[in-house]
């Protein structure tokens, strides 16, 4: 029968008080961190990485390190908010962008179709500008072919 123990899970608190789950443990009783992942050998209980916010000098004395830690988790939100709003800037820019192309090209297509439509000259059709025709039925052969 299963102890308490085995079958609560075990959880990990840093210093700015979250909790999580430990996921990954081995069978001599170490564990990855919660928080940085990094190993944490078995007889320690405390994660053993200074930059990680549940390591033993942080919850040692929690009074003097939980401000920088909580800075630090402040800078990396808003860094990651930053990230993420260039990300969404520069879908939206390469959307807008293919719309444009696909804008133009129905346009190429439907004058096009109206040239040949109208008898007129598929070689100079497209004026020089954006999104300029000239229907033009040449009464020789066309000037651009030489």
């Not at 899970?9 to 990954?24: A, K, Q, S």
């Not at 320690?44 to 009074?63: G, I, K, L, T, V």
């Not at 192309?101 to 109206?114: G, V």
């Amino acid at each position: 029968m299963a102890t308490i123990a085995e079958v609560r899970p075990r959880v990990c608190t840093n210093v700015l008080d979250e909790i999580r789950e430990i996921t990954r443990t081995y069978p001599d009783g170490s564990f990855d961190c919660p928080f940085c992942l990094a190993a944490v050998i078995a007889p320690a209980a405390r994660c053993s990485n200074p930059w990680c916010s549940a390591c033993d000098y942080a919850m040692s004395d929690p009074e003097r390190t939980r401000p920088a830690f909580a800075e630090r988790r402040r800078k990396e939100e808003a860094e990651r908010l930053r990230q993420q709003e260039e990300k969404a800037r520069r879908e939206s820019v390469a959307r807008a962008a293919e719309e444009r192309h696909q804008a133009h090209e129905q346009w190429e297509r439907d004058t096009y179709a109206e040239a040949r439509r109208r008898g007129a000259c598929l070689r100079c059709v497209i004026a020089p500008g954006w999104e300029r025709a000239k229907f033009v039925k040449h009464r020789g052969a066309c000037p651009r072919t030489k």
